[in-house]
């Protein structure tokens, strides 16, 4: 028997790329006061909301709230949960100091378990219904966290971490035995259910030329897996690059020469980068990852949106924990938006709504699937509240138009908002009363 759901609320997506303009009408789909219709965990349809569906209905009535299709955090970590907001350094000493110890720890299966599950039912409690998630270099951690995005059924893109240098005893791996394990993952999970292959170099730091030369071969042998690495983050580590790398013009050039420049290519940050890298990244079809709350916590720098996209390059909102210091990716545009700021762009309320949601979709070629609430697509949205507490109340109630109500709920909201968070048409967190 068909299930059929229906969710009133005001319903919210981008079926466009609304440019920088607040001035968007065909960009913003705006329905205020709608039934959001949901038949078989896929969007059916919308309705007005005085136009309740008749019996064999399950209508949820969320009147006065606001509903969008759940957010893409097109870069994070989840075993980075446990150094989250970690006091006093710049990124390759954060990573000796915090980073590495805590992924030594997935290693065990139970562990790998039990943060995965911890890791993605946060990401729902976010308001967050798809990633691109880093586990750690650990076979057992992949396995773990692709078992748990297959338990939810949320859309998860992941690999097991490649580093065979460079990292301490127990976070490395070798070449064929990592390539074995690429491989035995790659044919278990990619493409079933939700869950997709990425092969994830960490960076090229902690990975010998012949394992990346071998990560390139696995992008060629399976073309539609996704392939995810940090590139350009930080000023020492792209001075450390060119030393470990002098055969390459740049950064990004050691990438391109092993074979890791496809369409599919997620890059993480992309701060330092120079016009010619930008030119190679337009030219392949891959993507750069803006991850601001982490850009600033620990001081990597200021990543120039206008510029990466006015040259061609796609780019997408991500919240990079623990670098970061919130999954929530509401928090993640408020600092993007501070970003953009200092360096005097603007960043509209639809600009980045639409980048957390169908931009995201559209790049990591998913838009068939999630990312608005178009009928066919699977239903994955989150049910959130205008305004928590009276500040946010009050600024929301005095708005003036709707970009300026949406503009406060983005930058004043986080997870405290969210009310509920389904995947393909299953309630999947609730906040407690
Ligand atoms: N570069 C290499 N590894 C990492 C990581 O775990 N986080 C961040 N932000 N950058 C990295
Ligand atoms: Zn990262």
Known sequence: MTERLAVRADLFDFPEDPGWQV???????????????????????????????????????????LLLPGFIDTHVHAPQLDVIASYGTE????????????????????????????????????????????????????????????????????????????????????????????????????????????????????STREQLAMAGRLCAAYPDVYMQTHVAENRSEVRWMAELFPEARSYLDIYVRHGLMTPRSLFAHGIWLDDTDRAVLREAGASIAFCPSSNMFIGSGLFDWGRTEGQGVAVH??????????LSMLRTIADGYKVLALQGQKLTAWKALYTATHGAARHLRLSHEIGHLSPGTLADF????????????RRIEVA???????????????????????????ERYRRPE
């Not at 205020?32 to 008749?54: F, K, N, Q």
């Not at 209905?57 to 006065?64: A, E, M, N, T």
């Not at 000493?93 to 030594?104: D, I």
């Open 317 to 326: 909102l991500a919240s990079d924990v623990g670098g970061g210091t919130s």
């Open 91 to 206: 990124l390759l000493e954060w990573l000796n100091t915090y980073t590495f110890p805590a992924e030594c720890k997935y290693a065990d299966p139970a562990e790998a378990e039990r943060g995965s599950a911890l890791f993605l039912d946060a990401l729902l409690a976010s308001g967050t219904t798809a990633a691109a998630v880093f586990p750690t270099v650990h076979k057992v951690s992949a396995e773990a966290l692709f078992a748990a995005a297959a338990q939810r059924h949320m859309r998860v893109l992941a690999g097991k971490v490649l580093m065979d240098r460079h990292a301490p005893d127990g976070l490395r791996d070798d070449v064929a035995q990592a390539e074995r394990d690429c491989v035995d993952l790659i044919e278990r999970w990619h493409g079933r259910g939700r869950v997709a292959y990425a092969v994830t170099p960490r960076f090229a730091a902690t």
């Open 382 to 393: 989150v049910v959130w509240d205008w305004a928590q507490g009276p500040v946010a109340r």
């Open 23 to 65: 001035e968007a009408p065909a960009a913003v789909r705006y329905l205020p006061d709608h039934w959001l219709l949901v038949e078989d965990g896929r969007i059916a349809g919308t309705r007005p909301g005085t136009e309740a569906p008749g019996p064999g209905w399950r209508c949820i009535d969320h009147r006065g709230r």
């Open 400 to 426: 003036r138009d709707l970009h300026e109500r949406v503009f406060a709920w983005m930058t004043l909201g986080d997870e405290r908002n969210v009310v509920s968070t389904w995947v393909a048409g299953q």
